[in-house]
Antibody, heavy 121, light 111 residues
Framework: QVQLQESGPGLVKPSETLSLICTVS?????????WGWIRQPPGKGLEWIGS???????YYNPSLKGRVTISVDTSKNQFSLKLTSVTAADTAVYYC??????????????WGQGTLVTVSS | QSVLTQPPSVSGAPGQRVTISCTGS?????????VHWYQQLPGTVPKLLIY???NGPSGVPDRFSGSRSGTSASLAITGLQAEDEADYYC???????????FGGGTKLTVL
């Protein structure tokens, strides 16, 4: 059974870089699928951040204006998220998820438990 | 404003049938991109409820069903139960924006 777990600091200062890692168990990232990040501000809806394939191919949400970098470490079966120049608007629960992409379809299943990241000084 | 539009809230009595709409455009649902639905119970992680417009993953009760027509999609829940009270999100892909898009979410209240 595939499981994902996010880890990283729960508090980041404004203008600094948010860094999170998603550790995958029960499935090898190198075997296929894309791997994505989604966030949810408190009390609000879901926003796709970006995705990566084990080869390193990435897709990002243009609304994040080049602040996002997603990378993969197949040796550790992990992928990571870096979001630079954070503001209070980046405060959210950050989820990682396995992404199925192709043939007119992009969907997320399963999801990690999520981790709350607060941007505050 | 979300690219996919959902009603903010719907409600129904136990046993009733409710539907949640998801309205898109010619660059997402209307372009043939699949619609998926997620259920987020209070304080929990979103869970895939319906994939590829009308397919239920293993373990999802058949009380939940989905459909897609034109530039819209719908989630129907029959035999409403108290444990169905949750937020529901539709999701697709938009080719003009090159982005995965979610609806704003619909809060289902079981009266």
């Amino acid at each position: 059974q595939v499981q994902l777990q996010e880890s990283g600091p729960g508090l980041v200062k404004p203008s600094e870089t948010l860094s999170l890692i998603c550790t995958v168990s029960g499935y090898s990232i190198s075997s296929g699928f894309y791997w994505g990040w989604i966030r949810q501000p408190p009390g609000k809806g879901l926003e796709w951040i970006g995705s990566i394939y084990h080869s390193g191919t990435t897709y990002y949400n243009p609304s994040l204006k080049g602040r996002v970098t997603i990378s993969v470490d197949t040796s550790k079966n992990q992928f990571s998220l870096k979001l630079t120049s954070v503001t209070a608007a980046d405060t959210a629960v950050y989820y990682c998820a396995r992404e199925t992409r192709g043939s007119g379809r992009v969907m997320f299943d399963p999801w990690g438990q999520g981790t709350l990241v607060t941007v505050s000084s | 404003q979300s690219v996919l539009t959902q009603p903010p809230s719907v409600s129904g009595a136990p046993g009733q049938r409710v539907t949640i709409s998801c309205t898109g455009s010619s660059s997402n649902i209307g372009a043939g991109y699949d619609v998926h639905w997620y259920q987020q119970l209070p304080g929990t992680v979103p869970k895939l409820l319906i994939y590829a417009n009308s397919n239920g993953p293993s373990g999802v009760p058949d009380r939940f069903s989905g459909s897609r027509s034109g530039t819209s999609a719908s989630l129907a829940i029959t035999g409403l139960q108290a444990e169905d009270e949750a937020d529901y999100y539709c999701q697709s892909y938009d080719s003009s924006l090159s982005v995965v898009v979610f609806g704003g979410g619909t809060k289902l209240t079981v009266l």
